[in-house]
């Protein structure tokens, strides 16, 4: 039996990771989590007491690392500040979290020789034109915005060098971005989803016409076990579903799935440095590992999100009104 650890584990793609590894494996999972205002216990309940353990602590202590390194077959890193509006208004966290939690993490893989698969993001190449036939591919060159994107560009590197210099046993994924369940009421998609369900109405940044290319975050699961289980040392894979959509169709999807007359949104003041596009170009994951995703769908994967939300309200419930007094605050 594998033994991963699971850093980040009780956010919104890592608990939806560690579901997926549980259901679709035989490895034993080790979550490591600080418990952020991100992390969540609910989203780990009614695991399998044999094959699950949870430690709370901050993937930049050494000393907390460095065992639970050791005692792992595989380090699965998907722990970070993730929201690029947080970034925007308090970079520090950023930093400490996904710079120095990565270099803490990578030192001890390095030292016990122990597999390691970096989770990071397609914001790392920066934004394309709304009319550019080009996608990112693994050589597009990184070009981050935000104070985010630019700490998991600067992760990704460290993870490089640590491989080239160090012979690092290491793989990087970079994804699109992540729908379905979990996922914390701050992001884009369950914002709106609940504003709606608390008569509020969704909030668009400008005019809503940023594309996003959507993966449903069991599709992002099943591409990071298949790079663990094949994927060559020191590569990078992009993953993605062919998922573009732009804001505006996102929240009119939203409002029809929910009953809404199309057009009861408010468009609100935009986000700074606001990337226009991202586009994933995953061929490479497919065409040499055999990697397919599953929701191809993304009606129905988000009619299935929304049902999830309406379903769960206890799970996201405490969040909310803190998250909204927030983004008050910004005028969004
Ligand atoms: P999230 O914010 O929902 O979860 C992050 C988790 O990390 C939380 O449980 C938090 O408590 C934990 N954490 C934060 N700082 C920590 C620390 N110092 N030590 C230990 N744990 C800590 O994030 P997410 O959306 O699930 O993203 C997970 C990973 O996937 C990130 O690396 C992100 O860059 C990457 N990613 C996200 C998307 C997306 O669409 N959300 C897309 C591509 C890549
Ligand atoms: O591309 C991958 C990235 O996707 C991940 O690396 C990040 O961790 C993840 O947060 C996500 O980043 P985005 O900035 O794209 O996601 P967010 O959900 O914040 O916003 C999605 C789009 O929706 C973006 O164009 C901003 C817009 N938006 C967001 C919010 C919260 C709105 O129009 N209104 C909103 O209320």
Redesign the pocket.
Same mark, same amino acid.
Not at 32 to 36: A, E, V
Not at 57 to 60: A, F, L, Q, R, V
Not at 119 to 122: A, H, L, Q, R, V
Not at 174 to 178: P, R
């Given at each position: 039996m594998q033994k991963l650890l699971v850093?980040?584990?009780?956010? #919104?793609?890592?608990s939806n990771f560690v579901h997926y590894a549980l259901d679709n494996t035989d490895a034993h999972v080790t979550v490591?989590?600080? #418990?952020?205002y991100?992390?969540?216990r609910r989203s780990l309940a009614g695991l399998p007491e044999d094959r699950f353990a949870l430690v709370e602590?901050?993937?930049?202590d050494a000393a907390l690392v460095d065992g639970l390194v050791a005692n792992a077959d595989v380090v699965v890193h998907?722990?970070?500040?993730?929201?690029n509006d947080n970034s925007l208004h308090d970079p520090r966290p950023f930093l400490?979290?996904n710079i120095i939690?990565t270099y803490t993490l990578i030192e001890a893989a390095r030292k016990h020789g122990t597999r390691f698969h970096h989770?990071?993001?397609?914001e790392v190449y920066g934004d394309l034109e709304l009319d550019d036939p080009e996608r990112f591919t693994e050589s597009t060159p990184y070009n981050p915005s935000s104070p985010y994107s630019s700490t998991?560009a600067g992760s990704d590197l460290l993870v490089r060098a640590w491989v080239r210099s160090f012979g690092l046993q290491a793989t990087i994924s970079?994804?699109?971005?992540?729908y379905g369940p979990y996922?914390?009421v701050e992001?884009f998609i369950p914002r709106q989803i609940t504003n709606v369900i608390d008569g509020i109405r969704p909030k668009l940044y400008g005019a809503g016409e940023n594309v996003r290319d959507w993966i449903h975050a069991n599709d992002?699961s099943s591409a990071v076990l298949t790079i663990i289980e094949k994927g060559e040392i020191g590569q990078t894979y992009l993953i993605g579903a062919d998922g573009e959509r732009n804001n505006k169709e996102v929240v009119e999807l939203i409002l029809k799935e929910m009953g809404q007359p199309s057009d009861a949104y408010d468009q609100v003041i935009d986000r700074p440095g606001h990337d226009l596009r991202y586009a994933i170009d995953s061929s490479r994951l497919r065409r040499e590992l055999g990697w397919t995703p599953r929701f191809s769908d993304f009606e129905q994967g988000l009619a299935d999100t929304v049902k999830w939300y309406r379903d769960n309200e206890d799970w996201w419930r405490p969040q909310k009104s803190e998250t909204e007094a927030k983004y008050k605050v910004q005028g969004q």
């Open positions: 850093t980040g584990g009780a956010g #919104f793609i890592g490591l989590d600080k #418990f952020t991100a992390g969540n602590g901050d993937i930049c998907y722990a970070a500040e993730s929201h400490d979290t939690g989770i990071s993001t397609d998991k970079n994804c699109s971005n992540n996922q914390h992001k992002h």
